[in-house]
């Protein structure tokens, strides 16, 4: 071992984080499934000090790792006889988080301790923690397939009109199912049809609000609001883009930095990188709707650093380690000059495996667009396996919000790919 350097276990890894960590600084080593670690790219695999893998199956259930954390903490407990005891054990994705945490106080390391970070996992218990902060949540039960025909109808009878039904710890709307009502309800659990682990609540109209920030000592650091044109659920189960815009009211984004720091308090976050998603309600009222200790996916992050200059990744892998901020000052996203608003456009993938043949539409894309990634002509597009699976993907920086969503939309008319199936 290296004299001076410390010694940093990550849980998971993806190469696209690789910029955020100091590899030339600390021993890093890395726990993770050994499907992961074949894709990752042999010059960063060789950066790291050591790997370790897991045998998991290769699957979206983000409780994979969770389930084998004892197996984990014998690892971690290998690594640490040979590089000695880490200074942060960073856990940067939804799936990691809890087990990372589980694993900080299994072996005495300061971070986001297991109470919080299963707060920010598990929807229900998410829920009760804000019971009393004054934060309006959705009406919701705990339900599996053990749960009673009265306990559902009583709660269904207290839910007027639609119903979701979703996994208690997932993500980007995998598992979600929206209802018609208590009837579908009913039914759907007379049929076997609820499986263990899963929530219902109440269906709420309203625009769909990403908070994403920088929390350091329980303040703060970074905060940016921006509102999903489309939803997560839509982008999955369906054929629409995935879009968000920030608002250009001040007097609304106040609203929702001071909701967030409710959230935030009441769950007992104080070094963290934080997701939030709220409703705002056509009668002006914010509702929460879930919340993650870790940053955002699809274009968060690559919007937040190409237009604000924020590294949500890095920020997280600073905050695991206790280590500086580099934000200076705390600030939010009303307070970089020349933007009057931003955003980010992930067009819809496509079935199957398909050749590229063309892109159309880049030619003219608006003057507004900052940032653009896109597929060539002869690449092989095959969305098996990726959460955000898209055709291009866009950065728009403006005057107003109005003028962001314009050009977006006129992206979304204009831009185009032609391919050809695979064989």
């Known amino acids: 071992m ?11 890894f993806h190469a696209s984080e690789a910029r955020t960590v100091d590899f030339d600084t600390d021993h890093v080593t890395v726990v993770m499934s050994r499907v992961s670690a074949a ?23 983000l409780d994979t790792y969770d389930r084998a954390v004892d197996r984990m903490g014998e690892l971690v407990a290998d690594l640490i006889a040979e590089f000695g005891q880490p200074a942060g054990i960073v856990g940067l994705y939804e799936h990691t988080t809890l087990p990372a945490a589980r694993l900080r106080e299994r072996f005495g390391v300061s971070g986001t301790d297991a109470r919080t970070a299963l707060l920010c996992r598990d929807k229900v218990p998410m829920k009760e923690a ?93 905060f940016c609001a921006s509102r999903y044109l489309d939803t997560c659920f839509d982008f999955q189960h369906g054929t629409a883009p995935l879009a968000a815009v920030t608002p250009d009211r001040p007097e609304l984004v106040a609203r929702m930095r001071e909701f967030t720091e409710v959230v935030v308090e009441a769950l007992g976050l104080r070094d963290s990188t934080i997701h939030l998603e709220l409703f705002h309600t056509p009668d002006d009222e914010l509702v929460f709707l879930e919340i993650g200790n870790r940053f955002g996916g699809a274009g968060i992050n690559w919007h937040h650093r190409e237009v604000f200059g924020v590294d949500l990744a890095r920020e997280a892998v600073l905050a695991c380690l206790g280590r500086p901020s580099e934000l200076a000052t705390p600030r939010i996203m009303l307070d970089q000059r020349g933007v009057g608003a931003s955003g980010w456009l ?22 507004s667009v900052v940032g653009v990634s896109t597929p060539a002509v002869g690449d092989l597009l095959d969305a098996g396996g990726q959460t955000w699976a898209t055709t291009g993907k866009f950065l728009v920086s403006g005057e107003s919000t109005a003028a962001v969503e314009q050009d977006m939309t006129r992206i979304v008319n204009t831009y185009t790919l032609e391919t050809k199936a695979e064989d």
């Open 130 to 222: 804000l019971s009393g902060t004054g934060i309006r949540v959705p009406r919701f039960l705990a339900v599996g397939p053990d749960t009673g025909r009265a306990e559902l109808a009583a709660f269904a009878a207290e839910v007027p009109g639609r119903i979701v039904l979703k996994p208690r710890s997932q993500g980007a709307s995998i598992g979600v199912r929206i209802l018609d009502g208590a009837a579908e309800l009913l039914a759907l659990a007379e049929a076997g049809g609820i499986e263990e682990g899963y929530e219902a609540e109440e269906f709420v109209d309203g625009s769909i609000h990403h908070i994403d920030g920088v929390v350091r000592d329980g303040g703060m650091r970074w």
């Open 39 to 61: 894709r990752l790219p042999a010059d960063l695999a060789s950066r790291f000090a050591r790997i370790v893998v897991l045998d998991l199956p290769d699957s979206d259930d």
């Open 346 to 367: 992930y067009m819809p993938g496509v079935s199957g495996i398909v050749r590229v043949l063309a892109v159309n539409g880049l030619d003219g894309l608006p003057g």
């Open 2 to 12: 290296t004299a001076g350097k410390q010694h940093v276990v990550h849980i998971g």
